[in-house]
């Protein structure tokens, strides 16, 4: 019986070294949730990265963002657009900033700015998202809100362009009951 256990393949060690044993798959990208506001007055922009074992809240800087607008500008110029096209994609880039988000990794979403910080599953304590509503009598919009509870704490953010059951809907499979 012993000699059948020495015949087994030797295990990936990359693999082990670089996910906890308790992940059994690699980490993914499950969600993305854009323009989350939060500070005195939401001065600070987040992206929520929501993968299979994390919550990554991604710091959306000014300089990010003229970055990918000029990123943009010069990629419409070097392929003939003229100024409308070149104003659409510099336009579309600042409000499409997250989507790079999907196809990078975890590890690197996470690094890639020093205010970018971590919220593991066994942390969060509770997630309540509310609606917002458009008071037409006076003119104003009293946007949706999320507040997670966790061991660290309590964040809130307010929500731009997502509807709350879209975020409950991302966030459930890793956090289950705790999403409100």
Do not use: C
């Not at 693999?15 to 980490?27: G, L, R, T, V």
């Not at 880039?93 to 919220?119: D, T, V």
């Amino acid at each position: 019986m012993i000699g059948h256990l020495e015949s087994l393949p030797k295990p990936n060690m990359f693999y082990i070294h670089a996910f906890p044993s308790s992940h059994m798959y690699p980490e993914q990208v499950m969600g993305v949730v854009p323009n989350l506001s939060a500070g005195m007055l939401g001065q600070q922009t987040y992206t929520l990265v929501i993968t299979n074992y994390r919550l990554i809240f991604a710091r959306l800087t000014n300089q990010m963002v003229n970055q990918e607008i000029e990123r943009a500008k010069s990629e419409a110029r070097q392929s003939g657009e003229g100024f409308l096209g070149t104003w659409a994609a510099s336009t579309h880039a600042g409000f499409s900033y997250h989507n790079r988000y999907h196809k990078m990794p975890p590890q690197a979403i996470l690094q890639e700015n020093p205010s970018n910080y971590e919220i593991r599953p066994e942390q969060v304590k509770s997630v309540k998202i509310t609606s917002g509503y458009h008071d037409p009598q006076y003119s104003q919009d009293n946007p949706g809100k999320m507040v997670i509870k966790w061991t660290g704490g309590k964040v809130k953010f307010t929500l731009d362009r997502m509807e709350p059951q879209q975020i409950r809907s991302m966030l459930f499979p890793l956090l289950g009951a705790r999403v409100k």
